[in-house]
């Protein structure tokens, strides 16, 4: 079983900077994904980025990106150029990449832009 | 791609009715579709997963008799909230996976359900 950790209820970034928010987890499994979902306040879990266990470069989507340190277990985003639609809540959550595939959760981080 | 309804977006029931809820996969066909139940800032709690053709999995405490989850076709599945209470009143959440490439090992979500029980 996974556990995913995010230690930051609530971060704020100014317009058109740069931002991390921090997740851990914790896994006996060697294969396994790691996502992070925004929930705007429309409350649509939007798919932002996923990670494959088993790669080592880091995944990427336009401003965003993830560093994955696999030995350290962190699984961070980095948004850039951060736009007033990026406020949301930012989910960091993994499952074992067999089975059910049973996502695992953080407790979410409550991203605010300011203009 | 990867497209997936809810409906109804938001319902108002009294106590003591019962409640269907749809997810459906627009544009691609799931293995398995995943309910979920989220209260008011915090995270998804995972209700249940059903897979096509046969019973739902259901997590520790939640009830199987009053949360009937039907997984009919590969397209669609349902969430019947049974003699539904005040307590039942939340925002509940679909997601579904698909059967190929980078969709197997992902969830994409429906836009939830918001229920209210009077």
């Known amino acids: 079983a996974q556990t995913v950790t995010q230690s930051q209820p609530e971060m704020s970034v100014q317009e058109a900077e740069t931002v991390t928010l921090s997740c851990t987890y914790d896994?006996?499994?060697?294969?396994?994904?790691l996502f992070w979902y925004k929930q705007p306040p429309s409350r649509q879990m939007i798919l932002v980025i996923r990670?494959?266990?088993?790669?080592?470069q880091n995944a990427t989507e336009n401003r965003f990106s993830v560093n994955f340190q696999k030995a350290a277990k962190s699984f961070s985003l980095k948004i850039s150029d951060s736009q007033l639609g990026d406020a949301a809540m930012y989910f960091c959550a993994g499952h074992s990449g067999a089975g059910s595939y049973q996502l695992t959760f953080g407790k979410g981080t409550k991203l605010s832009v300011i203009p | 791609g990867a497209v997936v309804s809810q409906h109804p977006s938001r319902v108002i029931c009294k106590s003591g009715t019962s409640v269907k809820i749809e997810c459906r996969s627009l544009?691609?066909?799931?293995?398995?579709m995943f309910w979920y139940r989220q209260f008011p800032k915090q995270s998804l709690m995972l209700m249940a997963t059903?897979?096509?053709?046969?019973?739902?999995?259901?997590e520790q405490g939640v009830e199987k008799d009053k949360f009937l989850i039907n997984h009919a076709s590969l397209t669609l599945s349902t969430l019947t909230v049974t003699s539904a209470h005040p307590e039942d009143s939340s925002f509940y959440i679909c997601?579904?996976?698909?059967?190929?490439?980078?969709?197997?090992?992902?969830?994409?979500f429906g836009p939830g359900t918001r229920l209210l029980v009077l």
């Open positions: 544009d691609f066909q799931a293995t398995t």
């Open positions: 990670q494959e266990a088993y790669k080592q």
């Open positions: 997601s579904a996976r698909g059967m190929g490439g980078g969709a197997k090992e992902t969830q994409y």
């Open positions: 896994t006996s499994e060697s294969d396994y994904y």
């Open positions: 059903s897979n096509e053709g046969s019973k739902a999995t259901y």
